[in-house]
Every structure is written in structure tokens, then in C-alpha cells.
């Protein structure tokens, strides 16, 4: 990808993963630096951007990180929907978040982008103590799903920086800068119509 | 248009409050249907062999479709364990001792008429100032001898604890109860004597009850719209169960349940662990429907239990605070309305398909919300007013902002409001689009009771239960940055939020440009309305004054030492409310209701005050002058606007009325600033 130094593009990403696992906290470490401790649950879904200059371009990540509630879950598609790439993210002290990850992944490669780069993130890496997901089995999933995975921890920032970087280095180059305003414009003003007739 | 004129009226009518729920006169009521409700009341539990049939014409009929009785020991004995498991401990408090003459009224019937010992007992509607004050201080220490002697450890208790907060005015009722038979401490007394008292950190429970002296009830103290972090957190005593006493004690329990009996959610405790007290809930509210009629309350000795039944979903208040019925159903109904704002009302199918459908998993994440919805029912006068305030600011300026949020909404969007904390900043609807009070509580309360606005920019759907219960709209909310001013725009589109985004960058730029956000802030610093503003100048309104009353302005005095403790004649405090807005106005708290446990006071007694001014049974009513031993509240409605007004209890009430003159003079001068005009799209 000998592309030009000054190649810049945006990427929408999207985080998915049960509520709980630290969907929040790993875009507030990536974005602002910062952790609390008891970080609250998302509403909807949180819209952050971030610029990352990586060796031959600068990728301009649009991140919706969204809420992990049962109740949202029919909006995910929303978020994924035309997104470059997913981080998928599961604690690791908690088995059933480590199943819900799969189901996400599954849900990805049905409908979601098929050039989509995803990652698996096992967050909380700080918990070893109550680690539930060995590693191993983690790592074996991912490989056999063609994600790449990392253990992160928002707490400590450990892999944090990196994961967000690995992503947009795996990005495809070539992509068309996307224009999501101008498509969004279309879709909104059809759906505008729709509106005024129910509200009357 | 003056209020001297209404109150020329030598005798203004009385909302007649009955007076005190004296047990004769509950017998009474009682007599007539009380085979009905006997049946009702001891069959319930078991429901098994009595099918009610027999009584199921007459239990239909909006004649008899209040019944109510005087229980019996058994009865009543169920009634008890209704409220609380477990009679054997808390000292046999909450248990009817012996031959207690506890009242477990037991109300049914849809229509409207009930014979509700109003709460309003203790404190009677005046016409002439007169010396003996009744309280309606839920402490009941100082309670006037009319309400029985009160047993000492409780005048004890009551002193220590500062019950003050709850204020109770059938208080007198259930000190005379509690005389008795014996069992009064149940009541704020009984809070004292918990096993393993809760942390005083939690708000929830202190506040509310308010017995955990000063340092606990300031977080709920700070007055509109500060959200202390404590309580809004989320939801506290999250180990309690219907087991554990300090849950029994509670003073108010709100539950929402589906009509299989499974918890949906519950103000204290694990609603897991509450499967069973739902499930008695639940009972009760089907057994009451299998006769084909419909429970709205049970009384049982303080505590009134509140039943709202919106199809599948069952929502019910315990409390003890003596809030009248039509209060508490409010509330309820706005616990409702923000459990919609949430999933909307297609919730009800999960129902249909799955009638014991878990709903809890849905709700989660959501304590914090209901929390501070239920605290608002202690603060926030929107929660009874059906009405929004704004922050005051000049025309200009809320005409700057309105203008660039017209522009958004011309281009597509439903609603734009700028907001700061409860109180609007402009707000713009789209064509033909309006947009309820309920709604715009539901939505800061929802939107300032979640932290996760205020980390960057969100996109949530979100449902105005008013504007359409069925559908999601898609909210756009992110906080500008003057501290707790937040935009919100909502579309009907759930892939506009690029464009929202857009429309939130050209508004704030203007608004920046235009100094709005400063004048916002300034707002804020200067807060609202002072009663030691109210202008004192009484020769511009002697004018208006009606010929008996004019003869008080030869009284040159009430300008200086008043002051010192409020606005003039003692006015402490006072709400005036625009009908035609829809919008309200209240005055910042002066000196001598600085403490929260006062304000909280003041709060119900406005909130009383609403009810029996609104009563269906009795009202409406124009005029009200009340004086109980916290202070004189005077109300007044026109076909334009209420006023309440609170002042120091020995306020003359000449002096008072002329007053309330003044500030309705004085707020029609001001309308321009502390009321959003135009823009409004409530009235079309």
C-alpha cells in the first residue's frame, strides 16, 4: 500500500459487547486518557472522534461506542452499518460476556460489512485474580474467526493505545473517503416525510 | 382581576377537607358496603372456595364501587402483612395490637367518587386568622391537643429524629391511632429502632425519610435541580428485601410488576428477591379484577397502598407520608410515563407473546432515572404542576436562541430544546408538533439522571409517552459548556445523526456568538425570582385594592423589618403558574426555608394544596387561606393563572393578600423574561 504520506481518510468504528465489560471506559482511556472506576452504563450509543497518524496515513476514527443493554440491541445495526471496523469486547472475569462476544461476532458476519476489520478485545486484563475466560480459549476463537484479539485494560491502559492502532493500521487503504453526511442526508430527508404524516 | 376581589367573599368556600379521618366517620362509610369488602378483604389470600359472583352486580356498580370497612382483627391482620411479612418482629410494631382500631379500607371501584379520609385532616382552611394553629407537621410532636394525646416515647422519638421532613398532615390521625391501639411505631418513630441502620451515605432512603439529621437531608436539600451525586447514582440498599426491616421501613416503595406477579422494578432492594411480595401484589390487584372491577388503593392504618393498572404492566406505591391518592397516582403514573420514555409501549407485546416475560433485563441500567424521578416528587413542583419552568433571561436573548433553533427545526427536526438542568432555555417544535410538560420532565430528568450524556455526544432513542407512546424517536443530546446546559434534538430519523450533529455545531456557534451561553450562566449565578424583590411600592397598586381592604395602606409599615426574613408581609416563598403557558415560576428559597427539611415541608404542603384545590369532588376551588403552624399558604386561581404563595405563619392575612397582588403584578411585569413566549407550540 505505497500510498501517500499526507493520505488521509475517515473510519467509522463501532464497539459492541454486553453492558459491563468496559465499551466506555476503553474509548474514554483511548480518547481522553481518562478511567473512572465506576464508569456509568451508556445511553443509546456515545459518538467520540479521534485522528491516529499511522505510518502512511491519517485515519480520522468516528467511534460509536454503544450501549451493552439488552434493550438496545435491536438498534445495533444502526452502529454497525457501514462501519469499517469493529472492536468486540467481552470481560474477562465474566464467562457469559465472553458468550455474548460470540454472539456479536456471529451477528457481524452476518450482516455486517464482510471487509470489516474486528477485533476481540478481553478487557479487564487488570482482574487476573478472577479471570473466568482462559486466554487460550480466547485466543483459539479468534483465529478460528479471522478476528484479531487482544486483552486490554482500560483501568491500567494496557494494549488500549495499541489495539485502537492496530485497527487503523489494518485498514484498508483504498477505501472512498466516506462521505457519511451526504448519504445520511438522503436516507433522513425520506424518512422526514414518514414522520410529518405520523405526527399530524 | 384582583385577588382582593375574590376575596370579598366573606366566606370563600371551603375545599372541606373532611376533617380529621375520625373512625366514626370511617365506620360510617364503612357500614354501607361492608359485606362487599369483607368478602374482598379475607378472601384474598386464599381466593379459593368464596367465589365472589355473588357480589359481582353489586360490586360493579359505581354506587357501591367504593367499598369500605372498618376491618375487623383478621382483616386487618392481613392487611398488615400486606405491608409487612413477618408481623413477629420489629417489636410487634407494625403488627395491629390487640384490638388496634387500624383501618384497612379497603377502596375499589373505577369511578371517581372515593371516600378517602382525605389527609388533609389536621390542618383546616381558615377564614379568620385565628390563634390555634393546626399542624400538619408529619412529626406530630407538636401536634394541638385535638388529635389525642400523643404516647411520649414517640413525642421522644419524633424530637430526636427530625421527622420534620415527611410532612404527614393525617400525622394527627395516626398519632390518635397509635394511642389506641398502640402501634404507631410503625410510624417515623419506629425508624429509629432498625436493625443495622442503613449507611447514611444513602440518600434515597435518608432523604426520604429525612430522619438521619442535617448532614443526610442536604444533599436533598439544594433545591431544583441539583442533582447530588449520592442519590442519583442509582439505586441504593440493594441487599434489602421484603425480609429485612429497614425495608419494611420504609417510608415510600414504588413498584412496577407485570401482571403475572413477576418484579419489574422496585425502589429499594433487589427485585429478584422481591418475586413473592410482587407476586402478592399481584393477587390482589387480579382478584379485585376477577369480581370485574378495578383497585385503586387499600388503606391500611398510615400506609396507603396506590394501584395503577396500564395493561400488563402493574405499577403500585406503598407510603406512609400521607400524600393524598390522587398525588401518589401522579407519581406513579409519571414512574410509568419514564418506564415508556425508556421502551415505549410496544413493551406490551413481549407480553402477548410471553406472558411471564422477565422484563428486568430491559430496564437495566436505569436505577439512576427512577431514583432521581422519585426525588424529584419531593422537589420538583413540575412533578405536580403539569407545567415546566424556564430560566430567566431577557427577551433578547431567549429570542436569539429560539431563532437558531427554529431554523434546526425547519430543517427536519421534530424538537429542539436547550435546556439547563429542569428549567428551558427555548424550546421549538416542528409544525403542529407539541410537546407535553410530562414529556419534558420525563426527558432532562431521564437526560440529567444519566451520566453518560455529559462524556461527548449521544444518539438514543427515546419515546415521549405524551407525544406518542408507541414510537421511538431519536434523541440527540449533548452538553454545551456552561455547566448542566444541554441541547436536545429529536428526529423521527434513526440514521440522522450526522445531520443532528450538524444542526447542534450551527446552534452552538450562535449561540456563543450571541452571548447566550454567557447569559445563561449569569442566569444560573443570579438564580430566579427573590421574594425580597417583590416590589413594595403599594401606591401603584392600592388602585386596585376593594374598598375594606384599602384601609390597611394607612398602615405605612412591612417594608423593612419583613425583609429580613423573606419578601413583604412574610412572604417566604410562592408559585405562580401560568395557565395558558403551561409553564410556571417559583421563587428561590429565602432565609427562613433555607433548610431542607423545611423546603421539603413547604413542597407537600403546596403539593396538598394543588390536591384540594383540584379535588374532583370538591373543587375546583378559587381561593384558599390556610395557616397551620409552618406557615400561611394562601392560593389563588383565575382562568389565567395559580399563584401559591407561602408566609410566615403569623403573616396578617390582609397583609398576605395584598401581597400575592404584588406578585402577580410584579410577575406579569416580568413575563417577558421568566416565560417563554411565541415559540411555544402547546397551544395550536
Keep these: 500500500m505505497a500510498t501517500i504520506g499526507n493520505n488521509s481518510f475517515n473510519a467509522k468504528l463501532v464497539l459492541l459487547g454486553d453492558m459491563g465489560t468496559g465499551k466506555s471506559s476503553l474509548v474514554l482511556r483511548f480518547v481522553k486518557g481518562q478511567f473512572l472506576e465506576f464508569q456509568e452504563s451508556t445511553i443509546g450509543a456515545a459518538f467520540f472522534s479521534q485522528t491516529l497518524a499511522v505510518s502512511d496515513a491519517t485515519v480520522k476514527l468516528e467511534i460509536w461506542d454503544t450501549a451493552g443493554q439488552e434493550r438496545y440491541h435491536s438498534l445495533a445495526p444502526m ?69 484479531f484479539f487482544m486483552e486490554t485494560s482500560a483501568k491500567t491502559a494496557t494494549n488500549v493505545n495499541d489495539i485502537f492502532y492496530e485497527i487503523a493500521r489494518r485498514l484498508p487503504r483504498a477505501q472512498p473517503a466516506q462521505q457519511p453526511a451526504g448519504m445520511v442526508l438522503s436516507d433522513r430527508a425520506a424518512a422526514r416525510s414518514q414522520a410529518s404524516v405520523c405526527c399530524s | 382581576m384582583d385577588f382582593d376581589g375574590v376575596f370579598a367573599d366573606p366566606n370563600p368556600q371551603l375545599p372541606d377537607p373532611p376533617p380529621d379521618a375520625d373512625p366514626s366517620q370511617v365506620d360510617q ?42 376491618a375487623d382483627p383478621s382483616p386487618a391482620e392481613q392487611m398488615s402483612s400486606l405491608t409487612s411479612e413477618n408481623p413477629g418482629d420489629a417489636a410487634g ?11 384497612a379500607n379497603f377502596y375499589v371501584g373505577s369511578n371517581s367518587h372515593h371516600p378517602d379520609p382525605k389527609p388533609e385532616a389536621p390542618s383546616r382552611v381558615e377564614q379568620i386568622s385565628s390563634l390555634t394553629l393546626d399542624s400538619s407537621d408529619a412529626a406530630g410532636a407538636k401536634r394541638s391537643a385535638s388529635n389525642g394525646p ?70 436533598e436539600v439544594d433545591g431544583p435541580g441539583t442533582l447530588p451525586d449520592d442519590w442519583s447514582r442509582g439505586k441504593r440498599h440493594f441487599d434489602e428485601d421484603d425480609g429485612s426491616l429497614s425495608w419494611r421501613k420504609r417510608k415510600k416503595h414504588y413498584f412496577i410488576l407485570s401482571h403475572s406477579g413477576k418484579p419489574i422494578f422496585s425502589r429499594y432492594g433487589d427485585e429478584h428477591r422481591l418475586a413473592g411480595f410482587s407476586a402478592t401484589l399481584q393477587a390482589i390487584i387480579s382478584f379485585v379484577e376477577s369480581s370485574g372491577d378495578h383497585i385503586k388503593y387499600i388503606r391500611a392504618g398510615n400506609h396507603q397502598v396506590v394501584f395503577l393498572v396500564k395493561g400488563p404492566i402493574y405499577l403500585v406505591c406503598i407510603s406512609c407520608t400521607e400524600e393524598s391518592y390522587d398525588t401518589l397516582k401522579r407519581q406513579v403514573e409519571l414512574i410509568y410515563g419514564q418506564m415508556l420514555l425508556i421502551l415505549t409501549k410496544s413493551v406490551n407485546r413481549c407480553f402477548e407473546r410471553n406472558p411471564k416475560f422477565d422484563m428486568t433485563p430491559l430496564l437495566k441500567g436505569t436505577d439512576a432515572v427512577f431514583s432521581s424521578l422519585i426525588h424529584a416528587f419531593s422537589w420538583n413542583p413540575a412533578t405536580f404542576l403539569h407545567a415546566y419552568t424556564c430560566l430567566p433571561l431577557t427577551y433578547a436573548t431567549r429570542q436569539a436562541a429560539g431563532a437558531i433553533l427554529q431554523d434546526v427545526a425547519d430543517s427536519g427536526v421534530l424538537f429542539a430544546l436547550l435546556m439547563c438542568k429542569h428549567k428551558v432555555v427555548s424550546l421549538v417544535g416542528a409544525q403542529k408538533a407539541s410537546l407535553h410538560p410530562d414529556d419534558m420532565l420525563l426527558l432532562s430528568n431521564f437526560i440529567m439522571a444519566s451520566e453518560s450524556f455529559r462524556t461527548s455526544e449521544s444518539f438514543s432513542p427515546i419515546c415521549l409517552p405524551r407525544y406518542n407512546p408507541m ?65 413594595l411600592d403599594s401606591s401603584r397598586r392600592s388602585r386596585s385594592l376593594p374598598p375594606q381592604l384599602a384601609a390597611d395602606n394607612t398602615i405605612p409599615e412591612f417594608s423593612l423589618s419583613p425583609a429580613i426574613t423573606g419578601g413583604p408581609s412574610g412572604l417566604w416563598h410562592f408559585i405562580y403558574r401560568s395557565i395558558n403557558l403551561d409553564q410556571y415560576v417559583s421563587s428561590e428559597f429565602s432565609s427562613p426555608i433555607s433548610n431542607p ?88
Design chain 1, 79 to 147: 452502529y454497525y452499518r457501514g462501519a469499517a471496523a469493529a472492536i468486540i469486547v467481552y470481560d474477562i472475569s465474566r464467562m457469559e460476556s465472553f458468550e455474548r462476544a460470540k454472539k456479536w461476532v456471529q451477528e457481524l458476519q452476518k450482516q455486517g460489512n464482510p471487509d470489516m476489520v474486528t477485533a476481540l478485545a478481553g478487557n479487564k486484563c487488570d482482574l487476573e485474580d478472577k479471570r473466568m475466560v482462559p486466554t487460550e480459549e480466547a485466543q483459539t476463537y479468534a483465529e478460528e474467526n479471522r478476528l
Design chain 2, 29 to 70: 362509610i364503612s357500614s354501607l358496603t361492608l359485606e362487599d369488602a369483607g368478602d374482598a378483604a379475607s378472601d384474598e389470600p386464599t381466593a379459593g372456595n368464596e367465589s365472589p359472583p355473588t357480589n359481582f352486580h353489586s360490586e360493579r356498580n359505581p354506587d357501591f364501587g367504593n367499598t369500605n370497612r372498618d
Design chain 2, 93 to 103: 410494631c407494625e403488627r395491629p395490637a390487640g384490638n388496634g382500631s387500624l383501618h
Design chain 2, 150 to 219: 400523643l404516647p411520649s416515647d414517640f413525642y421522644l422519638a419524633a424530637d430526636e429524629i427530625e421527622i420534620v421532613e415527611e410532612v404527614s398532615p393525617v400525622a394527627g390521625d395516626t398519632a390518635g391511632i397509635s394511642a389506641l391501639g398502640g402501634h404507631g411505631a410503625w410510624r417515623e418513630g419506629s425508624e429509629l429502632d432498625g436493625e443495622a441502620p442503613p449507611s447514611p451515605s444513602s440518600s434515597g432512603y435518608a432523604g426520604e425519610r429525612g430522619s438521619s439529621g442535617a448532614s443526610s437531608g442536604i444533599e
Design chain 2, 471 to 535: 414510537v421511538f424517536l431519536y434523541a440527540y443530546v449533548h452538553f454545551l459548556d456552561v455547566m448542566d446546559t444541554y441541547l436536545v434534538l429529536l428526529s423521527t430519523a434513526s440514521d440522522s445523526f450526522y445531520h443532528l450533529k450538524d444542526c447542534r455545531i450551527r446552534i452552538e456557534n450562535v449561540l456563543v456568538k450571541s452571548n447566550v451561553l454567557s447569559e445563561v450562566q449569569r442566569s444560573m449565578l443570579d438564580g430566579g425570582l427573590h421574594v425580597e424583590d417583590v416590589p
Design chain 2, 597 to 684: 427539611s423545611q423546603r421539603k415541608r413547604l413542597f407537600r404542603a403546596y403539593q396538598r394544596l394543588y390536591a384540594s384545590m383540584h379535588d374532583k369532588g370538591t373543587g375546583p376551588h378559587k381561593t384558599q387561606f390556610r395557616r397551620d403552624e409552618d406557615f400561611v399558604l394562601l392560593c389563588w386561581i383565575t382562568q389565567d393563572f395559580e399563584l401559591y404563595a407561602a408566609f410566615d405563619p403569623l403573616a396578617e392575612k390582609a397583609q398576605a393578600i395584598k401581597t400575592c397582588n404584588r406578585v402577580c403584578q410584579w410577575v406579569r411585569d416580568l413575563e417577558n423574561e421568566i416565560f417563554l413566549f411565541g415559540a411555544s407550540p402547546f397551544s395550536w
